[in-house]
């Protein structure tokens, strides 16, 4: 697996191929510029990653590039909780999904929907 890294200013993305490679599937097939990345307060730990199709480019997001044609937006009140994140797309059982590796992530709760962080 290999991981690519984007730095916008002061936070730091990256994405493995594996997540690379499902989010141009994703973004081809629903015509969008690119995927948006934020966490909005939910769940019963604190906050929850929210993963969009960007179908415009939203203004005040940061941009990361990867493979030269995949952009990822990362909202900005969200920057902060972000920096370091590691965005994969794996398999477990039958359900694939976009898993997020964070490392300002403190803890998650027990289905893994939401997680905190000390901020």
Do not use: H
Request: charged share 20%; net charge negative.
């Amino acid at each position: 697996m290999s991981v690519q890294t984007y730095t916008p200013g002061d936070i730091a993305v990256t994405m493995t191929s594996a997540a690379i490679k499902q989010a141009r599937k994703e973004i081809a097939r629903e015509g969008a510029q690119g995927l948006r990345l934020s966490v909005k307060p939910s769940g019963c730990s604190g906050f929850m990653y929210v993963l969009d199709y960007a179908k415009a480019v939203p203004e005040n997001d940061s941009q990361a590039l990867f493979d030269n044609d995949i952009t990822l937006f990362i909202e900005g009140g969200s920057s902060a909780i972000l920096n370091g994140t590691e965005i994969d797309y794996v398999t477990e059982g039958v359900n694939s999904f976009f898993k997020f590796r964070n490392p300002n992530a403190t803890g998650e709760c027990g289905c893994g929907e939401s997680f905190t962080v000390n901020q």
